[in-house]
């Protein structure tokens, strides 16, 4: 088994979530701190792939790559 950390830099993250609505201030930087705690521990992980805005495809690529 391998290990994949899909992960969106924390500013995308947020502009996401606000975009996405239902959210509160609160959950919105709870959500942030556990993904910078999880982004903290990407040493754990066999592969990390940065989910980036508008670059879907080319994530979905890279995991293919990794998973044969």
């Known amino acids: 088994a391998k290990g994949v950390l899909l992960f969106s830099p924390l500013p995308e993250l947020r ?33 990390v792939l940065l989910n980036r805005q508008g670059r879907w495809a080319e994530t979905l690529q890279a995991m293919q790559a990794i998973c044969g």
Not at 18 to 46: C, I, S
């Open 15 to 47: 502009a996401r979530l606000l975009e996405r609505g239902g959210h509160t201030p609160a959950q919105v930087e709870e959500r942030l701190a556990n993904a910078e705690a999880v982004w903290k521990r990407r040493d754990e992980y066999d592969h």
